[in-house]
């Protein structure tokens, strides 16, 4: 097993930084009290110092002011201020001939899956469903979910949120790609994904597998051996 290097040290610091942002937003939902509420601003000054320093190591360049304004316009009051992660819905969708639906994003040209954020009101898969109609033109069916990834811990969010990746079946539709969000659409091979597609040598044999008929239990994130430095008995 290798030893963490600088790149696992500074998501840590992400984690910590949003973790204790989180823990001081909560508690400003709950709590009635003006003392606690100053000492919750403190945790979240001392959250944004962390995440500043982060950035500046990163060189971007966004002050401490910045981060403790973002989070304290998202406190609510009790339940609704609880802070958790934000949910992803992320979309594998093969087609008869055992390729994958890709989207490519307009912002950055990067290929990927069908993916956006849970929608109030609509359950986690019908939320597939509409985003694979949406981005790609495509009516797709869910068949089963693959499973629950923390997208702080696997590198490709600086903000608390899980994915819910789910296999589907392509059922219609036409290849049409949303005019705002995507640059292009299209359905792919496994040995002819284009460049660059995000992230495929993680989710890459997992997709094909479901494509080609695999049944299996969905996967999550393994409990890491010590989750903060302060734990002590290393499990």
């Not at 060189?59 to 973002?70: G, N, S, T």
């Amino acid at each position: 097993m290798s030893e963490p290097g600088p790149a696992d040290f500074t998501r840590d610091l992400i984690r910590w930084s949003e973790t204790l942002a989180a823990i001081a937003r909560t508690g400003m939902g709950f709590t009635q009290s003006l003392y606690e509420r100053e000492r919750y601003e403190e945790v979240l000054k001392v959250a944004a110092d962390i995440k500043a320093a982060v950035d500046e190591s990163l060189d971007v360049r966004r002050e401490q002011d910045h981060f403790v304004q973002e989070w304290m316009e998202s406190v609510g009051e009790g339940v609704p201020g609880y802070v958790t992660p934000k949910v992803a819905i992320g979309c594998i969708v093969g087609n008869d001939r055992g390729e994958i639906l890709l989207v490519q994003r307009k912002d950055s040209g990067v290929w990927l899956y069908p993916t956006g954020w849970a929608d109030v009101g609509y359950s986690a898969a019908e939320v597939a469903m509409k985003e694979v109609e949406e981005e790609t033109g495509i009516l797709a069916e869910p068949v089963q979910l693959l499973g629950v990834v923390d997208g702080m811990r696997m590198g490709f969010s600086r903000f608390g949120m899980y994915m819910l990746l789910f296999h589907m079946r392509a059922v219609g539709g036409e290849l049409q790609g949303h005019p705002l969000e995507t640059g292009d659409v299209g359905w792919f091979a496994p040995d002819a994904l284009p460049t660059p597609t995000a992230g495929a040598q993680w989710w890459g044999d997992m997709a094909f597998a479901a494509i080609n008929g695999a049944q299996g239990a969905a996967t999550f994130d393994a409990p890491r051996g010590r989750t903060w430095r302060g734990d002590h008995d290393g499990g």
